[in-house]
């Protein structure tokens, strides 16, 4: 008798973007002439850079010609994409990695995913809570969240709540975690973390031998001094910490696909039998049992971004949508919202207003205004009471919403 992962029947029935999708859909049913204005999930609205289009055409006639063609690439990417990525992402702030130490996937959401593999099932998991819903329903579907309650909060894991009162800042937990989730710019809440207080939390890894999954898929959105875009400028970070980063915001990759994570040598955790163990070697074996490589003409359109025509193009694309994050937050504010983030990130996070939950807003903006957003609460407790909008739509379409809004 065939049996199933019982996890996935403790999780919520649907993604909380399916969730969205599914009531957007509803609505354009019921409603065909609606003017639907997107700020829900981070889907970019630009075209992808002309120098990673001109980087995929070439590529692509090269596999063309016999004598160019590529069949299977190196699992953890291509060597001219990884130089590419040490040089510009990290030499250039002088930090030292190494070649080997990154591995090139499709994405951040699935690098963030699978990694629980290379750790076991009784670590305990810490997450900031509002919190991107993949590290929760990924622990939970290999076991490692425990139970979850009527509120969908896990039994096993540290919640570190996130609000207003300590400023977005999470405080470090009364009890003892071994993994801890850290996104930052903030996905959902777009705020962001100084030097010092991300040193905390590289301190307390060390200190209490943890490791630090830290995903910096929105640190192209920084603009202020003292927010690192890379954990690595934190001293000792390299020996506790994974970094996720992703070209999908950065460059308008969301659905070409290609990101990639940094395990550096240095960071190791214990053996049943309390061995220490390098993580390198761990996902290493990982990535190239379960994934085959990002394609080539991908890892090419990704290279292409470090040229200097690229980096133009990639400062444009930041920009554009840095400015409509100003737009939303000032429009918000001046609409009467509490708003917090869209400073060096394309999130801002609205308190709902009169007290409306997150959901019943949601609702709201959904059927009397046509514009879609993600609910607070549906990336836990503490987003109750909050909306959260994308600025990742056209000029347009960002300009017409706040005058809805202010309607
Ligand atoms: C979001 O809207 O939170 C992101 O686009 C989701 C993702 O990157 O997977």
Redo the contacts with the bound molecule.
């Keep these: 008798m065939a049996q199933i992962n019982d996890n996935f029947i403790k999780i919520p029935a649907t993604y909380l973007?399916s969730e969205i999708a599914k009531r957007v859909a509803q609505h354009k049913e019921a409603y065909p002439e609606a003017k639907i204005i997107r700020m829900g999930?981070?889907?970019v609205s630009l075209p992808l850079p002309d120098a990673s289009v001109d980087a995929m055409i070439k590529a692509a006639e090269e596999q063309r010609h016999a004598e160019t063609f590529r069949g299977y690439g190196p699992e953890q990417g291509y060597e001219f994409l990884r130089n590419a990525i040490i040089e510009n992402d990290y030499k250039a702030r002088g930090l030292n990695i190494a070649a080997d130490e990154i591995f090139v996937s499709d994405g951040a959401?699935s690098d963030t995913g699978n990694i629980g593999d290379i750790f076991s099932v009784n670590n305990r998991v810490a997450v900031t809570d509002p919190v991107?819903p993949?590290y929760v329903d990924t622990n939970a579907m290999a076991g490692r969240a425990g139970e979850p309650n009527e509120q969908n909060v896990w039994s096993n894991l540290v919640y570190l709540p996130c609000n207003a009162e300590n400023n977005f800042v999470p405080e470090l937990p009364k009890e003892k975690v071994d993994l801890i989730y850290l996104c930052y710019p903030n996905?959902?809440t777009g705020t962001t973390l100084t030097k010092d207080e991300l040193r905390i939390w590289v301190d307390y890894a060390k200190e209490n031998n943890s490791i630090i999954l830290f995903d910096a898929?929105y640190e192209a959105f920084i603009t202020e001094e003292n927010v690192p875009h890379s954990i690595y400028e934190i001293e000792g970070a390299d020996e506790v910490a994974l970094e996720f980063r992703s070209f999908?915001k950065t460059a308008g990759f969301t659905g070409t696909r290609c990101a990639y994570t940094v395990v550096p040598k240095k960071v190791t955790a214990f053996s049943e039998n309390g061995d220490k163990i390098q993580l390198n070697r761990l996902w290493n074996r990982r990535h190239s049992t379960k994934f085959n490589g990002t394609s080539y003409v991908v890892q090419r359109a990704a290279e292409a971004i470090y040229s200097p025509e690229g980096k133009k193009q990639v400062k444009a694309l930041i920009d554009f949508y840095t400015e409509n994050a100003r737009i939303i937050r000032e429009g918000l504010e001046k609409a009467g919202y509490t708003v917090f983030g869209g400073k060096n990130s394309p999130y801002i996070w609205a308190k709902s207003p009169d007290g409306m939950g997150s959901w019943e807003y949601f609702d709201y903006l959904l059927k009397e205004k046509n514009i879609v957003t993600?609910p607070g609460a549906g990336f836990g407790r503490s987003g109750e009471g909050f909306v959260r909008f994308?600025a990742f739509g056209s000029r347009e379409a960002t300009i017409e919403a706040m005058e809805r809004l202010r309607k």
């Design positions: 973007f999930i981070g889907d959401k991107y993949v996905n959902p898929a999908s993600t994308s």
